[in-house]
């Protein structure tokens, strides 16, 4: 019988030209330069072409198109992204990201690591991100932590080490059913945490939404009240969420005395720091932050007042064995060893749900090593100075009403109009925002509070001068007097 023969090689996916794909290349790469570099220019948000949304609208490909042309229409995507790299994007909190952060994100592509596991850079750098974590919030040494998408991810993972460590571990193979657990958190508190509740089989009836006082901070004594009432209803309280940097108003609870509630409930203390966590990188701010040390866990996002382009978040869990037993599994095909790839025990994996996990802790490294945490924590308070500077100038406008107290980086007000009931100023307020959306002007964006629409400015970019906010007020003021967009707001006669 004579050997076969082996199949002639057959090209893979990888450039037939290297040296005409590295000129696409650079010229892509000078594109988005060069996009960046005109961060200050232009609209804010600039509304998907309908032309262009019908190119991403047509049937599964059966031939590929070019090189060339693939990145032609990946440049064409440039303009259009929410705006968010602009100064004056002021709308929910994103983070504006750094050209720097591009850097990272081309190593990363080109290395394509798995950071689920095994034994290879990608691991080191996320412990190096994690261990400076640790000593931002002032977590011991064998406190644990993973980089994930985001705080509504880092929120699913604490409160399942809080569930598990409640129940003793045996919620992970005999779920909950028989046990009633609840947990408490503001009324401002974010959506993630309902969310987290419902997604680990609590429940969202199981938070407790506690009231707030006038500065929108949880009320201590409604948060006690409802933890005896629970506990005399048989129930299981086991969870204390307090926010650092209320979504709406930038408010932050009263963190050290939540904390002493925890601890003299035995409740596991968990804060929710998505933006307001990384105040504690600013001197003028950290004091206020300085109980998150005494939390069981801690959820935040990188990809806001840090800056690092999205996504990039992380979760701190204080007892890492805890941590580890919420979710170490390591069946034989994940099977770690001390000497080659599979060691680098023990691997992320076995601390939140995905394995499959790219190296996002580069660009967070990056950008924590290239600017430092001063140059990062003056970003921060240079925003909170920016904030209590626009909420000043609306204070003493008779034309606008101040709707909270500037605690952070945000600012609510409305725009106030003579001769207009409740319903027709909110609806006034609505159109200036979308207006100023659409024009390209400025990006805030809306709230309600204590019923009435507000004008929602957040701070959280690093391009923002007072310039911009002195335009944004000016701009309002024409919206709100201009005679078509009120005429605009009157419903047609039937």
């Known amino acids: 019988m004579t050997d076969p023969k082996p199949p002639v090689p057959q090209p893979g996916l990888d450039p037939q030209d290297w040296a005409a794909f590295r000129q696409t290349a650079h010229d892509l790469l000078d594109a988005a330069i060069d996009k960046m570099t005109a961060n200050r220019e232009g609209r804010v948000w600039t509304p998907f072409p309908a032309e262009m949304k019908a190119a991403f609208a047509r049937p599964l490909p059966k031939e590929g198109q070019g090189e060339a042309d693939l990145a032609a229409q990946l440049a064409a995507l440039l303009p259009y992204g929410v705006g968010n790299t602009h100064p004056r994007f002021f709308g929910w909190v994103h983070g504006s990201g750094t050209p720097q952060n591009m850097l990272a994100e081309i190593v990363a592509s080109a290395i394509n690591a798995n950071a689920g596991g095994r034994d290879h850079g990608a691991i080191y750098v996320e412990?190096?991100?994690?261990?400076?974590?640790?000593?931002?919030?002032?977590?011991?040494?064998?406190?644990?932590?993973?980089?994930?998408?985001?705080?509504?991810?880092?929120?699913?993972?604490?409160?399942?080490?809080?569930?598990?460590?409640?129940?003793?571990?045996?919620?992970?193979?005999?779920?909950?059913?028989?046990?009633?657990?609840?947990?408490?958190?503001?009324?401002?508190?974010?959506?993630?945490?309902?969310?987290?509740?419902?997604?680990?089989?609590?429940?969202?009836?199981?938070?407790?939404?506690?009231?707030?006082?006038?500065?929108?901070?949880?009320?201590?004594?409604?948060?006690?009240?409802?933890?005896?009432a629970d506990r005399e209803a048989g129930l299981t309280p086991f969870l204390v969420i307090g926010t650092a940097g209320t979504v709406n108003t930038g408010s932050t609870d009263p963190l050290a005395e939540l904390s002493a509630i925890a601890k003299e409930e035995n409740l596991w203390f968990h804060v929710d720091g998505a933006f307001g966590a990384l105040a504690r990188l600013s001197p003028a701010h950290a004091e206020r932050?300085?109980?998150?040390?005494?939390?069981?866990?801690?959820?935040?996002?990188?990809?806001?007042?840090?800056?690092?382009?999205?996504?990039?978040?992380?979760?701190?869990?204080?007892?890492?064995?805890?941590?580890?037993?919420?979710?170490?599994?390591?069946?034989?095909?994940?099977?770690?060893?001390?000497?080659?790839?599979?060691?680098?025990?023990?691997?992320?994996?076995e601390y939140g749900p995905e394995l499959s996990r790219g190296f996002r802790a580069l660009k967070v490294w990056s950008q924590i090593a290239g600017f430092g945490t001063a140059k990062l924590g003056e970003a921060i308070a240079r925003n909170c100075d920016q904030a209590a500077y626009l909420s000043a100038k609306v204070a003493a406008d008779t034309r606008f009403d101040l709707l909270a107290p500037a605690k952070l980086n945000i600012c609510c007000f409305r725009y106030r109009a003579d001769g207009l009931d409740e319903a027709a100023l909110d609806a006034l307020n609505e159109e200036i925002v979308i207006r100023l959306q659409e024009s390209g002007i400025a990006a805030p964006s809306t709230t309600k509070l204590k019923g009435r629409v507000a004008i929602r400015i957040n701070l959280t970019n690093h391009r923002t001068q007072h310039s911009d906010l002195d335009l944004l007020l000016t701009e309002i003021v024409k919206l709100g007097e201009d005679g078509d967009v009120r005429a605009s707001l009157i419903p047609p006669r039937p």
């Open 127 to 228: 412990r190096q991100v994690i261990a400076w974590c640790r000593e931002m919030f002032g977590f011991p040494e064998t406190a644990s932590g993973l980089l994930v998408s985001g705080t509504s991810l880092a929120t699913v993972i604490a409160v399942k080490a809080a569930r598990d460590a409640r129940l003793e571990f045996r919620s992970r193979k005999e779920g909950i059913c028989g046990d009633r657990l609840v947990g408490y958190a503001s009324a401002e508190a974010h959506a993630c945490n309902p969310r987290a509740f419902d997604i680990l089989g609590l429940g969202t009836d199981a938070l407790r939404r506690i009231p707030v006082n006038d500065a929108y901070e949880m009320d201590t004594a409604a948060l006690r009240a409802a933890i005896q």
């Open 289 to 349: 932050f300085k109980a998150i040390e005494q939390a069981d866990s801690v959820a935040f996002d990188f990809h806001k007042w840090l800056h690092v382009n999205y996504d990039a978040g992380c979760v701190l869990i204080r007892d890492g064995a805890h941590h580890r037993h919420a979710f170490s599994d390591r069946p034989d095909y994940l099977k770690g060893a001390e000497r080659g790839i599979a060691a680098g025990n023990p691997w992320p994996v």
